[in-house]
């Protein structure tokens, strides 16, 4: 961080910021993981990124659900949601939108909650069938974007949809058997 503010090279400094910010909030140390997304959002904004602008709000939203600020959580989801379906950023959308469906779920709000995970996994689904890369990229897609797919079946459950969860849950294992399948990887 030190190197790039010397260097005067704004987009680093921000991408620092925010790497700083991501430590943070894996150590819990909240605190100083919004301080440091604040400053990475400000630094990103002052360029006019407003792609890696809406990633940071994303991780603020995501700060704040973790220290249970739900309506604030809600609150900069949102925006980091408007912002990344005008840049049609899929990434930023779906865990902005995975964020504010478990805020809603937590304040009680069910038709909130199952409309934002719906819109999460929608932006996931999108994703993948943007897919394009190695033989293993499709079969670790999956790995880090359940969250809202398993939000959704509790979600279902406690509402007493057995049939809807069920769906959800079979949905991310025929995706994933569908990946490995496509991938040329299994012999049957």
Known sequence: LAGFEAAKDGA?????????GNLHFAEGDHPA?????????????ALGDRSAASGVLARIAS????????????????RAAGQAEQLDDQDTLWRARATAG??????????QARSELESAIAAIEVMRARLVGSDQEPQRFFQDKSSPYAAMVE????????GEA????ERIKA??????????????
């Open 166 to 169: 069920l769906n959800y849950a």
């Open 63 to 78: 700060v704040n659900y973790s220290e249970g600020r739900y309506v604030e959580a809600i609150e900069i989801a949102g």
């Open 12 to 20: 680093s400094v921000a991408a620092a910021l925010a790497s700083l």
């Open 155 to 162: 979600l279902l459950i406690t509402e007493n949809r057995p």
């Open 175 to 188: 995706h994933t058997l569908l990946d490995v399948i496509e991938s040329g990887r299994v012999r049957i």
């Open 102 to 111: 478990a805020a809603h779920r937590n304040l009680n709000r069910i038709a």
């Open 33 to 45: 993981a919004l301080d440091h997304f604040q400053k990475s959002l400000n630094q990103y904004e």
